[in-house]
């Protein structure tokens, strides 16, 4: 019976879909779907449309799995990264409405351990602020990326290290962590992770079956999207899920699109999912009202009637086509996502492609929009397949006429062995950068990259992936070495972040403590075909090296009986330990060969 039940579900769910589809506003839809997925090159991706309350148009194109040719369809879980952001807003609604907090409240009221860069921070931030980005905190998006943890806390630590470029309430700007900060002080209220209070606010009473908030989750469940990148305009290439770990309440729900349409549901609903309150009307009207100007967001002549660019609580509003509009994009590696509503047309769109910083959800989005609304249509995916013919052209152009500021024929200030070591900045993390087959690598902890030299003390960073190493594009990110008054290299500076200066990560050398007595072992004169080589200690216990006729080279202990020349590139010195014990023998490796020399 209970078979029967499911199976019956399944055809009327099924049916209303073909009736859905029938809707003469949608007319030709398929076609324009496959021409977007065919222009934009798409893997896959998967389309919803509301109306009211009900969902009259659900469906997939292209792949979930296109190794496999494993079709997207309505059920495919995608990761919906930023598009996230509206339900951790939501829970701190639900909280306001059971008085358990004022979005007036300072956050370190229930966070007492977060502490911002400066007092004017601590002092007058209120959760409002951190709803609608307007702390005067930039990004910082790489403290995160780069440093992830799955402690909240540590991750929330680092607020304080992190310089803001203007004032409170001045400016609008991004900021994954200020939503981070939401989500903790859920946590502190409710005493439930945030996944749990996802859950059990939204995802069960929503009917949200098949979504959850974390790639392990993600990576368990069946009909889930793989993600992809478009490398050199045409090659659809898979990308590793990426773990968000505690930064969860600013991304990390994995839905589809059929789950998501319920969510779009509410909203519309003023709140109520078949019958039932889920939001309050007052919190939904906050919610899509305009509460800080992103920009100016003036007409343009192409679009005369699409203007306005203001941000509510975890939603972007404008004018679309004179139909006022609320949405949120979403982007994590291989996947891109925008949820959409229009509250006076009871219409609501959600589109969730497995491409990487995809231009899919927005085409897919403004042609349904178009149809829906009965505007003036756009035929957006031959304007995008025009722009970025006009674009790669250009970029053509550019780079045969560009001249480069690097410098030639410059050389690193030091060898390479003396860059290598921890990095440190305390708004960020730490990483290390090694020395590899004579190449340096800068490892964090999911990521590493090749550091290729650029001019002077400047290295530029290739990500290291399973196919190799793509030095077709760094990102324009550059590591800037700099040194101590003593000549040592002392810290490096990565523009993470652009509305200020860069951030200073400080050095701490691999060193290899070797005592006095061990350097005396190998001190003394050593023979190489007649040519006599010189080892002794002196500078407070640091081992030289001298050839006649030439400058003495002071050695740097690398590992055991292992050193390198501290001046020269590429120049290496190997002991060699008999079975006694005795060291009778040093070996030379130099770029032009190795040597043994025999201890006189």
């Given at each position: 019976m209970k078979n029967f039940l499911s199976l019956l579900t399944l055809i009327l769910f099924s049916f209303s879909i073909v009736q859905a589809q029938s809707d003469k506003r949608l007319k030709g839809l398929d076609k324009k779907m496959n021409t977007i997925l065919e222009v934009s090159k798409a893997a896959g991706?998967?389309?919803?449309?509301?109306?009211?309350?009900?969902?009259?148009?659900?469906?997939?194109?292209?792949?979930?799995?296109?190794?496999?040719?494993?079709?997207?369809?309505?059920?495919?879980?995608?990761?919906?990264?930023?598009?996230?952001?509206?339900?951790?807003?939501?829970?701190?609604?639900?909280?306001?409405?059971?008085?358990?907090?004022?979005?007036?409240?300072?956050?370190?009221?229930?966070?007492?351990?977060?502490?911002?860069?400066?007092?004017?921070?601590?002092?007058?931030?209120?959760?409002?602020?951190?709803?609608?980005?307007?702390?005067?905190?930039?990004?910082?998006?790489?403290?995160?990326y780069l440093f992830p943890t799955m402690d909240k806390d540590s991750l929330l630590m680092r607020v304080e290290h992190q310089e803001p470029f203007t004032g409170i309430r001045q400016q609008w700007y991004y900021n994954n962590f200020m939503f981070l900060a939401q989500g903790v002080i859920a946590e502190q209220i409710t005493d439930k992770s945030w996944e749990d209070n996802i859950k059990e606010r939204f995802f069960e009473p929503l009917e949200m079956n098949r979504s959850n908030a974390s790639i392990d989750e993600m990576k368990t469940s069946t009909n889930a999207a793989l993600g992809y990148e478009l490398k050199n305009d045409s090659i659809i290439n898979k990308m590793d899920y990426y773990h968000i770990s505690g930064m969860s309440p600013a991304g990390s729900i994995n839905s589809s699109v059929n789950d998501m349409s319920n969510w779009l549901i509410t909203w519309i609903n003023k709140g109520k999912f078949k019958g039932q309150e889920i939001l309050s009307e007052p919190y939904i009207n906050e919610a899509i009202s305009a509460q800080m100007v992103v920009s100016s967001g003036v007409p343009d002549d192409e679009f005369p009637s699409m203007?306005?660019?203001?941000?509510?609580?975890?939603?972007?509003?404008?004018?679309?086509?004179?139909?006022?509009?609320?949405?949120?994009?979403?982007?994590?590696?291989?996947?891109?996502?925008?949820?959409?509503?229009?509250?006076?047309?009871?219409?609501?769109?959600?589109?969730?492609?497995?491409?990487?910083?995809?231009?899919?959800?927005?085409?897919?989005?403004?042609?349904?929009?178009?149809?829906?609304?009965?505007?003036?249509?756009?035929?957006?995916?031959?304007?995008?397949?025009?722009?970025?013919?006009?674009?790669?052209?250009?970029?053509?152009?550019?780079?045969?006429?560009?001249?480069?500021?690097?410098?030639?024929?410059?050389?690193?200030?030091?060898?390479?062995?003396?860059?290598?070591?921890?990095?440190?900045?305390?708004?960020?993390?730490?990483?290390?950068?090694?020395?590899?087959?004579?190449?340096?690598?800068?490892?964090?902890?999911?990521?590493?990259?090749?550091?290729?030299?650029?001019?002077?003390?400047?290295?530029?960073?290739?990500?290291?992936?399973?196919?190799?190493?793509?030095?077709?594009?760094?990102?324009?990110?550059?590591?800037?070495?700099?040194?101590?008054?003593?000549?040592?290299?002392?810290?490096?500076?990565?523009?993470?972040?652009?509305?200020?200066?860069?951030?200073?990560?400080?050095?701490?050398?691999?060193?290899?403590?070797?005592?006095?007595?061990?350097?005396?072992?190998?001190?003394?004169?050593?023979?190489?075909?007649?040519?006599?080589?010189?080892?002794?200690?002196?500078?407070?216990?640091?081992l030289y090296l001298f050839v006649a006729g030439q400058p003495e080279y002071e050695l740097m202990a690398t590992d055991t009986h292992k050193f390198s020349f501290k001046a020269l590139e590429g120049f290496k010195v190997e002991f060699v330990e008999s079975a006694d014990k005795t060291i009778d023998e040093m070996t030379l490796i130099q770029p032009n060969g190795t040597f043994k020399t025999t201890r006189k």
């Open positions: 991706f998967a389309v919803a449309v509301v109306e009211k309350d009900k969902v009259i148009y659900a469906k997939g194109f292209g792949y979930a799995d296109y190794e496999n040719k494993i079709s997207a369809d309505a059920n495919t879980l995608f990761a919906i990264g930023s598009s996230s952001k509206a339900f951790t807003c939501s829970i701190l609604g639900q909280l306001r409405d059971e008085e358990k907090l004022s979005f007036d409240d300072s956050p370190r009221k229930y966070v007492p351990y977060l502490k911002f860069h400066n007092d004017d921070l601590d002092n007058h931030v209120i959760i409002k602020d951190m709803m609608c980005h307007r702390t005067g905190l930039p990004r910082h998006d790489f403290s995160w203007h306005s660019s203001n941000y509510g609580y975890g939603w972007f509003l404008s004018s679309y086509r004179g139909h006022y509009r609320v949405e949120h994009g979403g982007n994590i590696d291989g996947f891109s996502a925008n949820v959409a509503f229009f509250p006076s047309d009871s219409i609501g769109i959600v589109v969730l492609a497995n491409q990487n910083g995809s231009a899919v959800p927005n085409l897919v989005r403004n042609t349904i929009a178009d149809m829906m609304l009965d505007t003036e249509q756009t035929d957006w995916a031959d304007r995008f397949k025009t722009r970025m013919e006009k674009a790669k052209k250009e970029g053509e152009e550019a780079e045969q006429n560009s001249t480069s500021s690097k410098v030639t024929n410059t050389r690193p200030s030091h060898i390479s062995q003396e860059y290598t070591g921890s990095y440190h900045h305390p708004g960020y993390g730490s990483f290390e950068i090694i020395l590899k087959n004579d190449s340096l690598f800068a490892q964090f902890e999911l990521m590493e990259f090749y550091l290729r030299h650029y001019h002077f003390d400047i290295f530029e960073p290739f990500q290291v992936k399973e196919t190799g190493i793509d030095t077709s594009d760094s990102g324009g990110l550059k590591f800037n070495f700099e040194t101590s008054n003593s000549g040592e290299i002392a810290l490096v500076k990565l523009q993470a972040e652009p509305t200020i200066d860069a951030i200073e990560f400080k050095h701490t050398p691999n060193s290899i403590e070797v005592s006095n007595e061990t350097l005396e072992r190998y001190t003394g004169e050593y023979n190489l075909a007649g040519t006599t080589i010189k080892v002794y200690i002196k500078n407070e216990n640091k």
